[in-house]
């Protein structure tokens, strides 16, 4: 059964810095892409960052280009996402997710495309 797990959620001032993680169980990590995906209050969830499986290919959403960066670790099993500049309206909780199936994926901002998902952590972000 895969499992995600998402960490390093918090509160930090406009500017400022934070980096979350996602910590993945139940099949070959190093075999999928992963995606990073928020949802803030009375909003949708809207598509951050993805990044494919072999990790030579990375997505970002034009809100965090620049900003954001995702990264994975196969040795430990997980991805991260580093946030720098920080703004007010970063504030979400922010989901990983992976597919299915292995190896590339056909469209990586479709949230519909991706099969598992972790519980979500908060980041607000106080002007």
């Known amino acids: 059964q895969v499992q995600l797990v998402e960490s390093g959620g918090g509160l930090v001032q406009a500017g400022g810095s934070l980096r979350v993680s996602c910590a993945a169980s139940?099949?070959?990590?190093?075999?999928?892409?992963m995606g990073w995906f928020r949802q803030a209050a009375g909003k949708e969830r809207e598509f951050v960052a993805a990044?494919?499986?072999?990790?030579?290919?990375?997505y970002y959403a034009d809100s965090v280009k620049g900003r954001f960066t995702i990264s994975r670790d196969n040795a430990r099993n997980t991805v991260y996402l580093q946030m720098n500049s920080l703004k007010p309206e970063d504030t979400a909780v922010y989901y990983c997710?992976?597919?299915?199936?292995?190896?590339?994926?056909?469209?990586?901002?479709?949230?519909?495309?991706?099969?598992?998902w972790g519980q979500g952590t908060q980041v607000t972000v106080s002007s």
């Open positions: 139940g099949r070959a990590f190093s075999m999928y892409s």
């Open positions: 997710a992976t597919p299915a199936k292995p190896f590339a994926m056909t469209n990586y901002v479709v949230a519909g495309l991706y099969d598992y």
């Open positions: 990044i494919s499986w072999t990790g030579s290919s990375t």
